[in-house]
């Protein structure tokens, strides 16, 4: 299937209407930007080099006014115990300023990221939320790639199996819900790829393709905080994830959904395709 065919189904709720989208330099937002885009949006994109901050609510008016629709992400994670507020005000703030469609990235089977979630319900927008499962592109772009370059990922998943979801198919399915917003209000979707895998699984997938010898050392999470600290993380943030990491990789997530071919028509995409993509495009060093 071709890019185009993929994006049919979105092409046609574009018109013109212009959607907010945070993270716009990250992971998910970079790409929801795009296919947004492509599908006929204009998009604002929002990040702090373009004086969207969410940590200071003075920038939030200027980025949202006479928009249509934004795609909410919370910086560092979801869970943060500052992001009901951060999510609640910026919402309650798009609602005021007729920006009413609201979808946010949330997590799958992340019980920290309940209040996020409840903070948008409560807005008064007409909110979807996103919850997906651990992004493929973590192994690529992000915090484990320098271990994967070296030849050794350190990680506290054990040996958990994970539906690891590519972002472009967030970034698809956030397209087609703004494009046919009426039919996703109020939904709760649970993206997830095609595929159950552990971290053993995904490593030796990517040092197959690479020709390199990686391998997967599995760690207890609060081993895994301390060596975070010693990067230079903030106690918090690595209290944070290890909290995170305890509960979510305890085999809570290890089942499909069929969220991504129910809004996009299509399978998700394989973590195989993925990891020959970013091979290809450099992205462990190759
Ligand atoms: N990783 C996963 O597997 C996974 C799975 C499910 C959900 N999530 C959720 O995904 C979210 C992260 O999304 P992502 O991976 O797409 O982001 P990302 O790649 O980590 O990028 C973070 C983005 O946030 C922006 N940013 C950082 N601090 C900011 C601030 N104070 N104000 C405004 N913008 C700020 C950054 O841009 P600037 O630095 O240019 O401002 C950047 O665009 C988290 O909420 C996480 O819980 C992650």
């Known amino acids: 299937m071709t890019r185009n065919e993929e994006n049919a189904a979105v092409t046609a709720g574009g018109n013109g209407t212009t959607v907010v989208v945070t993270g716009a330099s990250g992971r998910t937002g970079s790409r929801v930007a795009r296919a947004a885009g492509e599908a006929g949006f204009t998009v604002r994109a929002a990040s702090r080099a373009r004086g969207f901050d969410w940590g200071d609510a003075s920038t939030w ?8 629709a934004a795609y909410l992400m919370y910086p560092t994670d979801i869970g943060d115990p500052a992001a009901a507020e951060g999510i609640g005000a910026l919402a309650r703030e798009a609602v005021k300023l007729g920006v009413r469609r609201l979808v946010l990235l949330s997590a799958r089977g992340e019980d920290q990221a309940l209040p996020a979630e409840e903070a948008l319900k409560g807005s008064g927008a007409d909110w979807t939320v996103v919850r997906a499962s651990w992004f493929a592109q973590n192994f690529s772009e992000g915090p484990l790639v320098e271990g994967i370059a070296h030849g050794e990922l350190v ?5 958990v199996r994970e539906p690891f979801v590519d972002v472009r198919d967030i970034a698809d399915v956030v397209t087609a819900v703004l494009a046919d917003g009426d039919r996703y209000t109020g939904r709760t979707l649970r993206l997830t790829g095609p595929r159950l895998l552990t971290w053993r699984e995904a490593v030796a997938e990517i040092a197959a393709e690479t020709g390199r010898a990686i391998t997967y050392t599995p760690v207890p999470a609060p081993a895994y905080g301390e060596a975070l600290t010693g990067f230079g993380v903030p106690a918090g943030e690595a209290a944070l994830l290890v909290e995170v990491f305890e509960t979510l990789l305890d085999g809570r997530n290890a089942h499909l959904t069929e969220d991504v071919r129910e809004v996009l028509g299509r399978a998700p995409r394989d973590f195989s395709a ?4 970013a091979a290809a495009a450099g992205a462990w060093g190759n």
Not at 61 to 68: F, H, I
Not at 274 to 277: A, N, T
């Open 155 to 159: 990680f506290p998943a054990g040996e």
């Open 61 to 68: 008016e200027r980025t949202l006014r006479g928009a249509d």
């Open 274 to 277: 993925f990891v020959r993509e």
